[in-house]
DNA sequence: CTGAAAGCGCTTACAG
DNA sequence: CTGAAAGCGCTTACAG
């Protein structure tokens, strides 16, 4: 069927230690080498990397496991994740858990039977609690949500502090009615809720609030009834871009405009932020440092296992544009 | 270090052969098989896919090559394309070349080196062409990107019907100064550029465009010089979401209005593209139809390679928004 | 239904 | 510098 380094050997007329010597570049008389890349190119052979996984006892690949491969965050992240990773010279398998735990659950361990090195994972708030079943020497990095205090390294945003900075520039624009929506699923639209349930309470201001699933189409129709109904907002404050995209639909479905019937905010930087009119205000996650700072942590995670858990907490910056901007 | 199935075997006190039946679904005593499940459990064991796939001789991954990972084309590609291969047992690995000719040839000895079941894959039209270097018996369908009698199935769109399409849409809406920015390294980006000069053509009409890298920045900046020089168009029609975007963002900053100054067509109607005002009229590509063909036509060829090759070509559907309606 | 043996394609000590 | 042997963790005929 397939070439195997046996067929290289016999037509390069050496054993094959000598051929796997030379494709790892270990210690060969030049002329033998010549003989034995001939033969490769030859015979067009390939190595077979499950084989050379099996017996070398490490596969060189980090699992990613995302929530939801549509949210542009994450895409994102991807991007700063597998170009970190390729520089280390590893391989990135991708799993998409669209962030249901059943799913989440079955990728965790087809990792584990993959081998992977190591893992960089966004788990829902329901797995973070059983990440415990992890084996000890799993090197796994939780990258944008984390619990606090977990026994895994991680790199999360501030939320608190970028939900307070929302929230106190609501304020400062003369907004009170300020409402939220934020996801259900994960650890870190909790954080975003708690930071803005404690910055309006420092404010002195009541908070009204919808946790929904993490996507446009159910924000859109949870804030559709909400802007119709008596408790309607005059902000709203949204926990990721998908949100912030399903709201703005919502107000222009029901016909309010922006910012001078509800005012906007929201997170992640997105391209179109900042082409709709007016601009969306937003926080920005510093992503690609959120990515390459994961890959940074599992590789000293894979070097040294024993290393104290760390937690590397990142700060967003707040673009402020028109969508909250009604009353200057 | 980790637990084999030897393991296993030594604490349900029966053979690996045994074992590997239990986990496979072979015949087994259930006497037996309740042993071994227990043994499975108690010891937290995990089948070594590589060392399984060496063995069997298939792997049952299907490559997935895509040239952006940040066009939500692909994003959206990926997504149906995992969806019916996890439905049929197959596991998804993903690489994105960044429309890199090298990282393409790269990644496709990667696959091989994999030896992944099948290959999906959205290729540059630098590599189109040396296609013929993969093995014969290598099952790979080609996705958005194809060239006219290729040796491999393929899914792609009706690229001449499309902007046919455009282009009529526009002549229509009184337009005559139709100017074109296509992608450069892609053959669906030549094909829609062809469509567009012979549409162009037909209508008596003299064609004038730009090519460039298929991102944001690069239409940005090319269509920026070209609306401020004396050629510039009075509409333009953009090859894929990504070079609208970027389109858009041009006329933003040369102070042009849309549709009043510039009209604006594209493809792939991404929600941004709703939610800007006026809203861009754009081909909406089946997108998650083309995912699961992709992966349809794979399975065929995994099952009889020696099938005779297929093109499968759908059609776009054109939704007209406010970006082409300044005539009427 | 169950087990012993062979072998998938490599790499890794161990000799020489 | 080179080769023969062992073995990574499985599955797959082949017996019984």
Not at 74 to 97: D, M
Not at 251 to 276: K, M, Q, Y
Not at 281 to 301: F, S
């Amino acid at each position: 069927m397939s070439i195997s380094i046996n067929d290289v050997a016999d037509a390069a007329g050496v054993s094959k230690s000598t051929v796997s010597r030379v494709i790892a570049g270990g210690s060969v008389s030049s002329e033998v080498r010549a003989r034995v890349e001939a033969a490769i190119r030859q015979t067009g052979y390939r190595p077979n990397l499950q084989a050379r996984r099996l017996r070398s006892r490490h596969t060189g690949i980090v699992g990613v496991i995302v929530a939801d491969i549509r949210n542009p965050f994450f895409t994102a992240l991807i991007g700063a994740v597998e170009e970190a990773a390729y520089r280390a010279g590893l391989r990135v398998t991708l799993c998409n858990t669209d962030e249901d735990p059943e799913r989440e659950a079955l990728y965790l361990q087809l990792m584990q039977e993959e081998r992977v090195s190591g893992l960089i994972f966004a788990p829902t708030r329901t797995t973070i609690g059983c990440l415990d079943g992890l084996p000890q020497d799993f090197p796994a990095v939780l990258v944008d949500r984390a619990g606090a205090g977990g026994r895994h390294d991680a790199v999360v945003l501030d939320n608190a502090a970028a939900t307070t900075t929302l929230v106190s520039h609501l304020v400062e624009r003369g907004y009170r009615r300020i409402g939220g929506v934020f996801g259900s699923t994960s650890n870190t639209a909790s954080e975003r809720r708690d930071g803005y349930l404690a910055a309006m309470q420092a404010h002195g201001l009541a908070a009204d609030y919808r946790e929904v699933a993490p996507q446009a189409e159910a924000a859109e129709d949870a804030v559709g009834q909400w802007l119709r109904g008596p408790t309607a907002p005059e902000a709203i404050l949204a926990s990721n871009s998908l949100l912030t995209m399903g709201t703005l639909r919502a107000a222009r479905s029901v016909g309010l405009r922006i910012p001078d019937d509800l005012a906007l905010a929201g997170f992640d930087n997105e391209r179109w932020t900042e082409l709709v009119a007016p601009g969306i205000t937003v926080i920005e996650q510093p992503v690609e440092d959120m990515g390459r700072a994961a890959v940074a942590l599992m590789l000293d995670r894979m070097r040294a296992p024993d290393l104290a858990v760390r937690r590397l907490v990142l700060s967003g910056r707040c673009i402020v544009r028109g969508s909250t901007d009604a009353r200057t």
